[in-house]
């Protein structure tokens, strides 16, 4: 039976669905808010990286459920223009026994492929659940979609890398690498199925979620710091070498803004005619809805010499897919304030400010129908933020989408915190209840961090016509 409700898990991935046949093409990136492919699933990516071919890009993540950390699979999905993307396959499923069977963690998936051999190979951290049995472990595949069959550990001198961040870099030669939390830098053989060196030792406590881009004569080593999911200021180095010395170089977020409340997955260089934009690649993990209302924040870096920053933090940006020019974009649409009559609310919600409503009360909702064809909610984000689920239903009182949305961060901000798919015109109705739950994690030490409440914070509704 466990199997069973496991299978379907893996079949109904999510509880957010939208109608296909509704969908239209979005035009934007929508940092922090939930992501839908072609059939309406929300995209299940975290721990990711992208990879080009043939005009297409590739990304891969994290599978996963609402319901706990058990490793369910890494998924592919595909796009031409990083604001639409198709569900490809699971490109490696879950096991059937072994270290990533049942009950165990699979994290960080990264996807390269081999310049001698023409295969894919894909690096991942394995690990018990209760994070006792870390190592690097790699898969291969003949085709970029996969499926991708699992080998266990990628060894160094006989012996795993028994360490858990992981990520690669793959250099203008052709070098294949793959990066430790800490700082090391293990070059990869020709096949890129083993190492032939170290060329990096740790070098710094904590540096999680190491990603690294090279950009002129200079290479830029990013990661995050040891606060488990929380989100922290990311920092990063630079070098003229990979084999260093790395200087520290500090944040390349403002401090304080938790990198713009994410954390460090990739850095995706996006090269044009006029200019190479490389683009941040962040997650907002979000236990234990990892699936529903974990989101991304993708960003344009600003990189100028040593430095590397993210001062501003674009909502929605688009790129060029030719020129390679970032532009920020204004999603033009009607504003409904909180306060604005047509708004119906249940329960017991305060005026925390002339514009802005709140409750933590399980079960109080409120709702509003408008003509639209994308409706996005504005709030806040908040310490003692919870869940919301969210849910659309259109003239004929079918329910076409279904999603949760997070509104917890440490670093309390004003923010789009959901952006339905374009949708055909008609007259929708949404309604956001609060679910009495909050985002939280259990650490090695067993301290419990996350949210302090579960208060859901509403500033207007965004209806675009």
């Given at each position: 039976?466990?199997?069973?409700?496991?299978?379907?898990?893996?079949?109904?991935?999510?509880?957010?669905?939208?109608?296909?046949?509704?969908?239209?093409?979005?035009?934007?990136?929508?940092?922090?808010?939930?992501?839908?492919?072609?059939?309406?699933?929300?995209?299940?990516?975290?721990?990711?990286?992208?990879?080009?071919?043939?005009?297409?890009?590739?990304?891969?993540?994290?599978?996963?459920?609402?319901?706990?950390?058990?490793?369910?699979?890494?998924?592919?999905?595909?796009?031409?223009?990083?604001?639409?993307?198709?569900?490809?396959?699971?490109?490696?499923?879950?096991?059937?026994?072994?270290?990533?069977?049942?009950?165990?963690?699979?994290?960080?998936?990264?996807?390269?492929?081999?310049?001698?051999?023409?295969?894919?190979?894909?690096?991942?951290?394995?690990?018990?659940?209760?994070?006792?049995?870390?190592?690097?472990?790699?898969?291969?595949?003949?085709?970029?979609?996969?499926?991708?069959?699992?080998?266990?550990?990628?060894?160094?001198?006989?012996?795993?890398?028994?360490?858990?961040?992981?990520?690669?870099?793959?250099?203008?030669?052709?070098?294949?690498?793959?990066?430790?939390?800490?700082?090391?830098?293990?070059?990869?053989?020709?096949?890129?199925?083993?190492?032939?060196?170290?060329?990096?030792?740790?070098?710094?406590?904590?540096?999680e979620s190491p990603a690294i881009f090279h950009k002129d004569s200079l290479y830029y080593?990013?990661?995050?710091?040891?606060?488990?999911?929380?989100?922290?200021?990311?920092?990063?180095?630079?070098?003229?070498?990979?084999?260093?010395?790395?200087?520290?170089?500090?944040?390349?977020?403002?401090?304080?803004?938790?990198?713009?409340?994410?954390?460090?997955?990739?850095?995706?260089?996006?090269?044009?005619?006029?200019?190479?934009?490389?683009?941040?690649?962040?997650?907002?993990?979000?236990?234990?809805?990892?699936?529903?209302?974990?989101?991304?924040?993708?960003?344009?870096?600003?990189?100028?010499?040593?430095?590397?920053?993210?001062?501003?933090?674009?909502?929605?940006?688009?790129?060029?897919?030719?020129?390679?020019?970032?532009?920020?974009?204004?999603?033009?649409?009607?504003?409904?304030?909180?306060?604005?009559?047509?708004?119906?609310?249940?329960?017991?919600?305060?005026?925390?400010?002339?514009?802005?409503?709140?409750?933590?009360?399980?079960?109080?909702?409120?709702?509003?129908?408008?003509?639209?064809?994308?409706?996005?909610?504005?709030?806040?984000?908040?310490?003692?933020?919870?869940?919301?689920?969210?849910?659309?239903?259109?003239?004929?009182?079918?329910?076409?989408?279904?999603?949760?949305?997070?509104?917890?961060?440490?670093?309390?901000?004003?923010?789009?915190?959901?952006?339905?798919?374009?949708?055909?015109?008609?007259?929708?109705?949404?309604?956001?209840?609060?679910?009495?739950?909050?985002?939280?994690?259990?650490?090695?030490?067993?301290?419990?961090?996350?949210?302090?409440?579960?208060?859901?914070?509403?500033?207007?509704?965004?209806?675009?016509?």
């Amino acid at each position: 039976m466990k199997l069973l409700c496991k299978l379907i898990l893996l079949f109904l991935f999510c509880f957010a669905e939208i109608d296909s046949s509704a969908q239209k093409k979005n035009t934007a990136i929508v940092s922090g808010v939930p992501w839908y492919d072609e059939k309406g699933n929300t995209v299940s990516a975290h721990g990711a990286n992208i990879i080009k071919e043939n005009g297409k890009y590739y990304l891969f993540g994290e599978r996963h459920d609402d319901s706990s950390n058990d490793f369910v699979g890494f998924n592919c999905y595909s796009s031409t223009d990083l604001y639409n993307w198709k569900f490809e396959r699971i490109a490696l499923p879950q096991q059937t026994v072994g270290k990533l069977g049942p009950n165990r963690v699979g994290e960080r998936c990264k996807v390269m492929k081999c310049p001698s051999t023409g295969e894919y190979i894909m690096y991942m951290h394995a690990d018990t659940l209760g994070y006792v049995d870390q190592f690097v472990g790699y898969a291969t595949a003949t085709n970029i979609t996969g499926p991708y069959t699992f080998h266990g550990p990628l060894l160094f001198n006989g012996k795993p890398i028994k360490k858990w961040d992981m990520g690669t870099f793959q250099d203008k030669d052709g070098s294949g690498y793959v990066l430790l939390h800490g700082g090391d830098i293990y070059k990869l053989n020709d096949d890129y199925k083993s190492i032939s060196e170290q060329v990096n030792k740790a070098f710094e406590r904590g540096f999680e979620s190491p990603a690294i881009f090279h950009k002129d004569s200079l290479y830029y080593f990013l990661g995050s710091d040891l606060t488990g999911w929380e989100r922290n200021d990311n920092y990063y180095f630079t070098a003229t070498s990979l084999k260093g010395p790395w200087i520290k170089r500090g944040f390349f977020a403002p401090e304080g803004t938790l990198t713009w409340n994410s954390q460090t997955t990739f850095v995706l260089p996006i090269e044009g005619s006029k200019e190479t934009t490389y683009m941040f690649m962040g997650d907002r993990w979000s236990f234990p809805k990892q699936t529903t209302a974990a989101t991304y924040v993708w960003q344009p870096l600003s990189v100028s010499g040593y430095t590397v920053s993210l001062i501003q933090f674009w909502e929605a940006w688009k790129i060029d897919q030719q020129t390679g020019i970032a532009a920020p974009v204004i999603i033009k649409g009607k504003t409904i304030d909180a306060a604005d009559k047509r708004i119906v609310y249940n329960g017991n919600w305060e005026n925390d400010t002339l514009s802005l409503k709140s409750t933590d009360e399980k079960g109080a909702s409120f709702s509003v129908t408008v003509k639209a064809t994308q409706i996005g909610i504005y709030g806040l984000s908040r310490p003692d933020g919870g869940y919301a689920s969210i849910i659309i239903k259109n003239s004929k009182g079918e329910t076409v989408l279904t999603s949760n949305v997070d509104f917890y961060s440490k670093y309390a901000r004003l923010q789009t915190k959901f952006m339905s798919p374009s949708m055909k015109k008609d007259t929708y109705t949404v309604t956001v209840k609060v679910l009495g739950e909050k985002w939280w994690w259990k650490e090695k030490s067993g301290r419990l961090s996350g949210s302090k409440g579960h208060y859901i914070s509403i500033n207007n509704v965004v209806v675009v016509e």
